[in-house]
């Protein structure tokens, strides 16, 4: 995804109560004290990342170090007591653990500031209300020279280079002696993106089989991987086209490509025989896509539908038809109540 992937803008700098705030956070024993914590990490590494020549690759290795290193114990907080303590239990808090890459990234000589932020789920911080309450974690702004990122260790299956889903659109205030002062969160790219490719085959009887391969890009490979991880955990969550009674998946394989582009890719083989009255064959083409559900067909909509980020949903279908294959066929987007005629096969 082509930078640059994070936007903001400082708003109300010299706010008397907030920099009264940003005064005694840099200085409080649980916060600002911590900035010159001594944390035992292993010289060999700390000196390879100084080595490092470029700031991204320096971002990232410590960015991974974190997350290989210690497990976020679910806290979300702002405030903590040490840095070398997450490490000695392995289990921080969402501070804690960003902390300690804020740590990393100084010894490394990269710029970067502790940003004060409130989830989605804990409600959008308002500026003109002077009071830390309002918020709930801290992440992190770190400057890779005109390029800045808003990183949160947590995020373990998302890129530096992604803002967190969680704290998107929202307002934050960066803490620091120089720059302090509010920012808004956001991202204007595409960063939801999923591109699902279907290559099947129908024989003489009606059946088909064929290979899906979709490609997870951002917010939507992030999704898929707690997805795989919930998967057995609860009745409620399915593989996509689950809900396909005659669907029979022979295979189903992952590669997570760990660098920054934040891809991942899933495949999958499959059969089935799909539901058909007289000549004609009801083919639903967005059985592997995402929105398997129309997002609009609610009848009574009280607010207005926030999708959150740009998204991109691509589904390319090739089925090759058997030869002197008589009955014509349809295809038929049955949630969306669309219905392609058979000029939208790609036939070989």
Not at 52 to 81: C, H, L
Not at 221 to 240: F, H, L, V, Y
Not at 272 to 292: C, G, M, R, W
């Amino acid at each position: 995804m082509a930078p640059p992937c994070f936007v903001s803008s400082m708003l109300n700098k010299f706010g008397t109560n907030w920099s009264v705030y940003n005064f005694y956070l840099l200085r409080a024993r649980h916060f600002g004290h911590l900035f010159r914590e001594k944390v035992g990490i292993a010289a060999s590494f700390t000196d390879s990342l100084k080595k490092m020549a470029r700031t991204e690759d320096k971002i990232s290795a410590a960015y991974r170090y974190v997350q290989k290193n210690v497990e976020w114990n679910g806290e979300q907080v702002f405030y903590f007591n040490s840095v070398e303590e997450c490490l000695k239990t392995k289990t921080p808090s969402s501070a804690e653990m960003n902390f300690l890459l804020l740590n990393l990234l100084r010894m490394a000589g990269v710029s970067c500031y502790p940003l004060l932020v409130s989830t989605h789920e804990n409600g959008n911080p308002d500026e003109s209300f002077s009071i830390l309450s309002q918020f709930n974690g801290l992440d992190l702004i770190v400057y890779d020279s005109l390029l800045f990122y808003d990183v949160d260790c947590t995020q373990k299956d998302l890129s530096f280079k992604i803002p967190p889903y969680n704290i998107l659109n929202t307002y934050a205030y960066l803490v620091d002696f120089d720059k302090y002062g509010w920012i808004f969160i956001t991202d204007n790219r595409i960063s939801m993106i999923k591109e699902t490719s279907i290559q099947a085959e129908m024989d003489s009887q009606g059946g088909i089989k064929g290979l899906s391969q979709s490609r997870m890009i951002g917010y939507a490979k992030s999704s898929e991987m707690e997805k795989i991880r919930n998967q057995g955990k609860s009745k409620d969550r399915s593989a996509p086209g689950e809900n396909m009674t005659d669907l029979v998946m022979d295979s189903v394989s992952y590669i997570h490509n760990l660098d920054d582009n934040d891809t991942l890719i899933g495949k999958m083989s499959f059969r089935f025989k799909p539901s058909n009255t007289d000549k004609i064959y009801f083919i639903n083409p967005l059985l592997f896509a995402v929105q398997e559900e129309n997002p609009f067909r609610d009848s009574i909509r009280l607010s207005d539908i926030d999708f959150g980020v740009k998204q991109s949903y691509r589904v390319n279908v090739e089925l090759k038809l058997p030869d002197n294959f008589p009955p014509p066929v349809c295809l038929q987007i049955s949630c969306w109540k669309n219905r392609i005629p058979p000029s939208g096969l790609k036939e070989k």
